[in-house]
């Protein structure tokens, strides 16, 4: 009997494995650091570095992450994710329902591209360690997206911004933290030699944008593709939650995304009658 009791208690435990968190009554660790430990100690930033890559980082690559994070967690009420949480808000639902629902946008489209982005960094990068220069992997990728794919270079032009503000700060960040040694540079060198590449081939420029700033980051810290799409919901979350608090407070109820006296364009058949009615 106590044989069939451990099998099904071992059974039990395995069930959700996992080596992020250990906790009992009295006791969570995470990573193996006691909750204790931590708090305290350890900023938000390098929490979600633990929990993601199970060790501490440096204060600086921290830092860094920080800086990342910061700087994409809002971009207005024209933006859908931020447009749909005030609209959220307005149908009477709590704070975790209205952010949910924005959140549940972010997909390839509104809030994918920093991983198209870092994606097309690495295949860049892959080239190099292959013994490709520079120059030869950036044009050799873009051949092929020219070729081959379709819409924009990851990481370059913004539809609102001739140059998006927060790019060139973020690459500036980006190179003193390299002329440090936190980082190497390497993604910050790749996203240029594209933004330069590309503007030859336009013969304009496309600068580089948010996503693309973000994704050298990440891309410097060494965080993997899928993870960055993770790491720009959890920024933009902070502007979801500012709005739907916000609109949260005030007495407008079932806003919807236009005013009232704005009606939407109607393409369908024009007024007819029911069958068989009468002039």
Request: charged share 25%.
């Amino acid at each position: 009997m106590s044989g069939e009791k451990n099998t099904g208690r071992d059974r039990g435990e395995e069930w959700w494995r996992t080596g992020i968190i250990e906790m009992r009554p009295g006791v969570i660790r995470l990573r193996g650091y006691e909750i204790q430990d931590l708090i305290g100690r350890v900023s938000f930033p390098a929490m979600i570095w633990l929990m993601l890559r199970g060790e501490l980082p440096s204060e600086d690559e921290a830092a860094l992450l920080g800086i990342a994070l910061g700087a994409a967690v809002d971009h207005g009420p024209q933006a859908p994710s931020i447009a749909i949480a005030r609209m959220a808000a307005t149908c009477g639902v709590g704070i975790n329902n209205a952010m949910a629902s924005a959140i549940n946008v972010l997909g390839d489209v509104h809030g994918g591209a920093g991983e198209q982005a870092l994606s097309f960094y690495g295949d860049i990068a892959a080239a190099m360690d292959g013994g490709a220069s520079l120059g030869e992997a950036v044009s050799a990728r873009l051949d092929r997206f020219f070729a081959e794919e379709k819409g924009y270079v990851p990481g370059l032009g913004h539809r609102f911004h001739p140059i998006d503000p927060r790019a060139p700060r973020l690459i500036e960040l980006t190179r003193e933290f390299a002329a440090r040694g936190v980082v190497s540079g390497r993604f910050a060198d790749i996203a240029e030699a594209i933004e330069t590449d590309v503007a030859t081939r336009k013969g304009k420029s496309i600068p580089l944008n948010i996503d693309g700033a973000t994704a050298v980051i990440y891309g410097e810290l060494g965080f993997p593709p899928p993870l960055t799409r993770g790491l720009f919901v959890l920024s933009r979350s902070v502007g979801i939650l500012a709005h739907a608090w916000e609109q949260s407070q005030e007495s407008d109820r079932n806003k919807g995304p236009l005013p009232k006296e704005w009606l939407w364009a109607y393409t369908g058949t024009p007024a007819r009658p029911f069958p068989g009615d009468s002039d």
